[in-house]
């Protein structure tokens, strides 16, 4: 064998040790081809902001093709990520929870996991300052958007009518997402809307600065009966002063937020998202204030839907 026929062997050999080990290698496998999608939300809410710029992190971390997509919200983030019509999606506590147990919107339980637990959410009630609105009782009669049909809004929404003693079907419901909510206000079309998401929500921070708004009280006892009846997902909480241009802080109920995934993704594609969610943290804040708020103490407490494998072993590993 002449030194150039080994040479060229030795070539071909070292050609195909390569190929076999990208073969091998997770990321490889599991990132390799077309776009991958992350389930957000309505373009003016958080999730679809934080979405948007954890998106251009992954991909430019990994050398990957992620999106963002616009979705109704929690409910159908979860069902997204369920179908594996997105990767990662973000989501309520409550409807998380509803998700693993099969009940409330879904009819069965669905196979998803936490990555991450990311943000608490406060639950919103917006009304015009000049309105005559002073508690949730008053919104009887009125038209008051809910949130969009299958979104975590419309969950809270109504089990807030319900331990305040509103009947549901009293209230005209356009179920607007939150950008359709902001336009029908300023257009004086509704005389409130429900929001639940990170404070502030960017949405509703630029409708106060155009248009003055105040936000109804979320009663403590009603976070409490709301918490018996349903996943114990809950906790009191303020708007601080200031917030929106309020002049007091105003009670409300808060709800954590999970990123997740579908139980059969592989634990090598969590350990990177992780990764890089955690790496890009500081860079996301600058643009969105919630990507701050990431903690790893906390990121882990996201019961009851079971922490994915990949993301044990990334937390197990980071306290080693």
Same mark, same amino acid.
């Given at each position: 064998?002449?030194?150039?026929?080994?040479?060229?062997?030795?070539?071909?050999?070292?050609?195909?040790?390569?190929?076999?080990?990208?073969?091998?290698?997770?990321?490889?496998?599991?990132?390799? !081809?077309?776009?991958?999608?992350?389930?957000?939300?309505?373009?003016?809410? =958080?999730?679809?902001?934080?979405?948007?710029?954890?998106?251009?992190?992954?991909?430019?971390?990994?050398?990957?093709?992620?999106?963002?997509?616009?979705?109704?919200?929690?409910?159908?983030? =979860?069902?997204? =990520?369920?179908?594996?019509?997105?990767?990662?999606?973000?989501?309520?506590?409550?409807?998380?929870?509803?998700?693993?147990?099969?009940?409330?919107?879904?009819?069965?339980?669905?196979?998803?996991?936490?990555?991450?637990?990311?943000?608490?959410?406060?639950?919103? =009630?917006?009304?015009?300052?000049?309105?005559?609105?002073?508690?949730?009782?008053?919104?009887?009669?009125?038209?008051?958007?809910?949130?969009?049909?299958?979104?975590?809004?419309?969950?809270?929404?109504?089990?807030?009518?319900?331990?305040?003693?509103?009947?549901?079907?009293?209230?005209?419901?356009?179920?607007?997402?939150?950008?359709?909510?902001?336009?029908?206000?300023?257009?004086?079309?509704?005389?409130?809307?429900?929001?639940?998401?990170?404070?502030?929500?960017?949405?509703?921070?630029?409708?106060?600065?155009?248009?003055?708004?105040?936000?109804?009280?979320?009663?403590?006892?009603?976070?409490?009966?709301?918490?018996?009846?349903?996943?114990?997902?809950?906790?009191?909480?303020?708007?601080?002063?200031?917030?929106?241009?309020?002049?007091?802080?105003?009670?409300?109920?808060?709800?954590?937020?999970?990123?997740?995934?579908?139980?059969?993704?592989?634990?090598?594609?969590?350990?990177?998202?992780?990764?890089?969610?955690?790496?890009?943290?500081?860079?996301?804040?600058?643009?969105?204030?919630?990507?701050?708020?990431?903690?790893?103490?906390?990121?882990?407490?996201?019961?009851?839907?079971?922490?994915?494998? !990949?993301?044990?072993?990334?937390?197990?590993?980071?306290?080693?």
């Amino acid at each position: 064998m002449t030194g150039r026929l080994r040479r060229a062997l030795a070539l071909m050999l070292g050609v195909a040790v390569v190929f076999a080990l990208s073969a091998c290698s997770p990321r490889a496998a599991e990132w390799s !081809g077309g776009t991958s999608v992350i389930a957000g939300g309505g373009p003016t809410g =958080v999730y679809y902001d934080y979405g948007g710029h954890l998106a251009n992190e992954l991909s430019a971390a990994l050398g990957i093709s992620m999106t963002v997509e616009e979705t109704d919200g929690s409910v159908d983030n =979860v069902r997204r =990520v369920d179908s594996g019509e997105a990767l990662l999606g973000f989501a309520q506590g409550d409807a998380a929870a509803d998700a693993v147990a099969g009940r409330g919107a879904f009819d069965e339980p669905l196979q998803i996991r936490a990555v991450a637990r990311l943000y608490d959410e406060y639950v919103h =009630v917006v009304v015009r300052a000049d309105s005559d609105l002073e508690r949730v009782s008053d919104l009887s009669g009125k038209t008051v958007s809910l949130g969009a049909e299958g979104s975590g809004v419309n969950v809270i929404a109504t089990r807030i009518l319900a331990a305040s003693g509103v009947d549901a079907a009293s209230i005209r419901d356009p179920q607007l997402d939150l950008r359709e909510s902001i336009s029908a206000m300023e257009r004086g079309e509704i005389d409130g809307f429900f929001w639940v998401g990170g404070l502030p929500t960017p949405g509703i921070e630029n409708l106060s600065g155009a248009l003055p708004v105040r936000l109804l009280p979320v009663e403590q006892e009603w976070v409490m009966a709301i918490n018996g009846r349903y996943s114990d997902a809950y906790r009191s909480s303020d708007f601080p002063a200031g917030a929106y241009g309020l002049d007091q802080s105003v009670p409300t109920m808060a709800v954590p937020n999970y990123l997740i995934v579908a139980a059969s993704t592989p634990d090598a594609v969590v350990r990177d998202v992780l990764s890089v969610l955690f790496d890009a943290r500081s860079r996301m804040a600058q643009e969105v204030p919630a990507a701050a708020l990431l903690n790893r103490r906390q990121a882990i407490f996201t019961v009851p839907v079971e922490l994915h494998p !990949g993301a044990v072993a990334y937390y197990r590993d980071e306290r080693s």
